[in-house]
């Protein structure tokens, strides 16, 4: 349970990377020439779709908190959001999960300082923390989570504003589980895989 002390969200994703794009928009061209960082917080909220299972879960809403080295663009952040569920068919049983995604260290990338443009990867641990199957609560042991993290990365789409907020997506790959009893057969047939998108729209900054 780890993972689960740390953060929380439902399948994926992840990642706390968004928040590195407004760290620009509250700096203006006098201010980078006498500060080294700077740091942020600002709301997060998205959706990640699982391909697998073929379900959308909702995120959020959340906070993220971000940290830009405004010589060189570096950055990094934390995320913080709810528990969430998704719902999904299994066979011809209706079932739903609760995941966590735990943040494995900082995300980290890099903020291109003319354009505001963001690329960053964020390492990513799944723990699945509930699970039901027609109606039934089942018992999930503590630690059922994937052998490896997950690695996602996420980049600012057409319209974003450093300012304003607006959108960044990726794509990611869960590998398999282990550690959940009985269940790590049905949950390795149907959640692992590529093919898992993740969207996430971030609001102003406020400098922290």
Do not use: W
Not at 5 to 32: H, N
Not at 150 to 156: E, G, K
Not at 170 to 195: D, E, M, R, W
């Amino acid at each position: 349970m780890r993972a689960f002390k740390r953060l929380r969200i439902v399948r994926a994703a992840v990642p706390a990377v968004v928040g590195l794009l407004t760290v620009l928009a509250l700096v203006s061209p006098a201010a980078a020439s006498t500060a080294t960082t700077i740091t942020v917080r600002y709301p997060v909220s998205g959706s990640t779709y699982l391909q697998g299972i073929s379900s959308t879960a909702a995120l959020g809403p959340g906070t993220l908190s971000s940290t830009i080295n405004l010589k060189n663009g570096k950055l990094r952040a934390n995320l913080a959001l709810p528990p969430a569920s998704s719902s999904f068919m299994l066979g011809l049983l209706p079932a739903s999960a609760t995941t966590a995604f735990i943040q494995d260290g900082h995300e980290t990338g890099t903020l291109n300082l003319n354009t505001g443009a963001v690329t960053t990867t964020a390492q990513i641990t799944l723990e699945i923390t509930a699970v039901s199957i027609a109606g039934l609560p089942l018992p999930v042991p503590a630690g059922c989570e994937t052998v490896t993290p997950v690695t996602i990365t996420v980049t600012s789409q057409p319209g974003f504003s450093v300012v304003n907020g607006g959108t960044v997506t990726g794509t990611y790959t869960i590998p398999q589980f282990a550690g959940c009893g009985l269940l790590t057969p049905i949950i390795n047939l149907s959640i692992p895989g590529s093919g898992n998108t993740i969207s996430l729209t971030l609001g102003a900054a406020k400098r922290i």
